[in-house]
């Protein structure tokens, strides 16, 4: 039986679109420096407003990803 060790990091991902492409350009971003990424979750939320409207969407994202030997 082996024994598995993750680690855990967190960024932030930004979008003028949407929340997703903001989650999406943060865990694509952090995939191409880190390998085996095996998920994330989305621990805040924040945006901008400029005269009444959404302007930018802002997410900090925990991405776990396996440690190997």
């Known amino acids: 039986m082996s024994d598995n060790v993750y680690k855990i990091t967190e960024v932030v991902g930004t979008s003028e679109t949407s929340i997703e492409d903001a989650i999406r350009g943060a865990v694509e971003r952090t995939a191409q420096t880190v390998r085996d990424i ?31 030997d």
């Open 38 to 68: 095996g998920w994330f979750e989305v621990i805040d939320t924040r945006g901008h407003v400029a005269d009444g409207k959404v302007v930018h969407f802002q997410v900090t994202v925990k991405i776990g990803f396996h440690i190997h």
